[in-house]
């Protein structure tokens, strides 16, 4: 069975750092990944994914990720974030019968 | 353009209440249908998913059942709410024939059971 693994639960970042969140999977085959986005009070969207192709992948909002197969992550980076970045960010991987499987989320808070 | 509708929004049962969440997609066939429930700590888990009218897969055992009438639409229930039925429900939708686009997902339902 597929399982997804987000170790930071609650980030903490002043605007303008740099963010990485981690995204490791547990898969044996071929799987595709994403990253969703949950600012507050609205739908998850989804921010990038990854099928096939070029590892480093790039999203919407200067977002990025990249996949690194002998890790079995896809860690989520930015290179400044904005206030505006406030929100839960959940990585999803998918293997057979297109079922996707979440992580726990990890809460992103960016103080001014 | 494809749309996705979830109601009620937010939702208040005592236990032992029935439940009828709502999901109805607009704008495309054939669609993938799922119900995930989002617990705070705990992420978004997987409860049903459908890949046809009538056709239901549940992922964990629990005290709700989904069914799906007619093809864009999913419906979530229960006889006899807990307390541990509270939490945030989201009902998706993907294309059949793969996910290259992902999901797609509703505005979700704030459920309380009290």
């Known amino acids: 069975a597929q399982s997804v693994s987000q170790h930071n639960h609650h980030v903490i970042l002043s605007e303008a750092a740099s963010l990485e969140l981690g995204c490791n999977y547990s898969?044996?085959?071929?799987?595709?990944l994403f990253w969703y986005v949950q600012y507050p009070g609205q739908h998850l969207q989804l921010l990038l994914k990854?099928?096939?192709?070029?590892?480093l992948v790039k999203g919407i909002k200067g977002f990025e990720a990249e996949f690194i197969k002998s890790k079995f992550s896809f860690n989520l980076r930015k290179p400044s974030v904005q206030w505006s970045d406030t929100a839960e960010y959940f990585c999803a991987v998918t293997g057979t019968a297109s079922k996707l499987t979440f992580g726990t989320g990890t809460r992103l808070q960016v103080t001014l | 353009s494809q749309t996705i509708h979830q109601w009620p929004a937010t939702l208040v049962q005592p236990v032992g209440s029935p439940l009828s969440l709502e999901c109805t997609v607009e704008?495309?066939?054939?669609?993938?249908l799922y119900w995930y429930r989002q617990a705070a700590g705990r992420g978004l888990q997987l409860l049903f998913y459908?890949?046809?009218?009538?056709?239901i897969s549940s992922e964990v055992p629990q005290n709700l059942s989904a069914s799906r009438p007619q093809d864009r639409q999913f419906i979530l229930s229960s006889k006899k709410l807990l307390l541990s039925d509270s939490g945030f429900y989201l009902c998706?939708?993907?294309?059949?024939?793969?996910?290259?686009?992902?999901?797609?997902f509703g505005s979700g339902t704030r459920l309380t059971v009290v």
């Open positions: 998706a939708w993907s294309v059949r024939a793969g996910i290259s686009h992902g999901y797609t």
């Open positions: 459908s890949v046809g009218i009538g056709q």
């Open positions: 898969y044996g085959g071929t799987v595709n």
């Open positions: 990854y099928f096939s192709g070029d590892p």
């Open positions: 704008g495309t066939s054939n669609p993938n």
